[in-house]
């Protein structure tokens, strides 16, 4: 199972925008943990995030920050084929 962490401001329309991607780009079709981190909460990870909010982790990886490429975040889960998102058999 795939882990996506966002990193986020609430209410900030680039972090809103972030989450309806996923939402309909990865929900439906992967099998994924989607954690949302408030970063005005921690100020260690507002400092480290907060410039570049919304920040997306893929699997702990920093994929996306500011905003979301969504066929970028899609070809991150599709197979070598193209034909079905990786990890669903």
């Given at each position: 199972?795939?882990?996506?962490?966002?990193?986020?401001k609430?209410?900030?329309?680039?972090?809103?925008?972030a989450?309806?991607?996923?939402?309909?780009?990865?929900?439906?079709?992967?099998a994924a943990?989607?954690?949302?981190?408030?970063?005005?909460?921690?100020?260690?990870?507002e400092?480290?995030?907060?410039?570049?909010?919304?920040?997306?982790?893929?699997?702990?990886?920093?994929?996306?920050?500011k905003?979301?490429?969504?066929?970028r975040?899609?070809?991150?889960?599709?197979?070598d084929?193209g034909?079905?998102?990786a990890?669903?058999?």
């Open positions: 199972m795939h882990k996506i962490t966002l990193m986020v609430p209410k900030d329309p680039a972090c809103l925008a989450r309806r991607v996923i939402d309909l780009i990865i929900t439906p079709h992967v943990l989607i954690e949302e981190v408030d970063i005005t909460k921690d100020a260690g990870l400092a480290q995030y907060g410039a570049d909010a919304p920040v997306v982790l893929v699997d702990d990886v920093v994929e996306f920050r905003s979301i490429d969504p066929e975040l899609a070809r991150l889960f599709y197979d084929l034909e079905r998102f990890g669903i058999s």
